[in-house]
């Protein structure tokens, strides 16, 4: 009677108020009627749906800010896999194109620019201030690494190394180091070989005219002296296949003549039985 007294309560305060029933006075109505007839088992329901329904809650979080994050490293990894980011550490004064940089950390990267890939800029450590921007052109190896390669080209004297070309992980290409023409002559002669020259510092950077200076002081073409261009694999020609031997005939040691007579004399010899076995017969 207590139980039904509760409900009729709840409703009943619906219908004092001429409103229509809600969904929560017919949950709420149910809610007491299960605790009143069921007690402390009634109750216990409620909260086990309850820890439920915020376990799911949870678990939901978790999934969303598990994804978000995968989403931002992913985010992370493909632009620095985009410009090539690279932070290098070097133990002594390297050179490169218009100037030398003291020992210590640096970050190479490619500038955005939809017209020329191969313009690199050196940052500081942490990547908040720019140090140079140089142009560089292609530079193909047989064999990618994993890990970060650079090349120096060999100085007169003490000077310090040059930067000649960065690899980043994975990649069969390069970025080599354009140098002012003056330089890269210089660098030409103690390489004894060609060096990319052009205007760095130019305002229209993109299209900056680059050319080699050659170890003769020369001034070529680039894809003349230095391969920009994929290499191209060579077609293995087949192996020239021999032709079959001819079939050997053996050597005619005697002529035929012998065996004829042999022939004609055992059908001589048949002739001549039957002869007989004939003359037998009558």
Sequence with gaps: MQAWTATYNVVGNAIGHSTPFTVWDVGSALYILVLTVCGP???RYFDFQEEMRMKIFKTIIAVVAL???SGAVATRVSADTHNKKT???FNQPIEIPGQVLPAGTYTFKLASSLSNRHIVQVWNADGTKIIATVLAINDYRLRPTGHTVVKFSET???APE????????GDNFGQEF?????RAVELAIAEKAPVPSGDSTAADIDNTPIVAETPAREEVPVATVIETEPPVAQEEAPAPTEAPAPAKEL????????LIGL?????LGVAISLKRFAGSKA
Excluded: N, Q
Aim: aromatic share 14%.
């Design 156 to 158: 007169a004297g003490d």
């Design 251 to 258: 050597p005619h040691t005697a002529s035929s003549l012998p």
């Design 162 to 169: 040059a930067l000649k070309a960065w690899f980043f992980p």
């Design 41 to 43: 088992y009634g109750r």
């Design 67 to 69: 994804v978000l994050m």
């Design 263 to 267: 022939l004609g004399l055992l059908s």
């Design 87 to 89: 932070v290098m550490t």
């Design 178 to 182: 354009v140098y002012p023409k003056t």
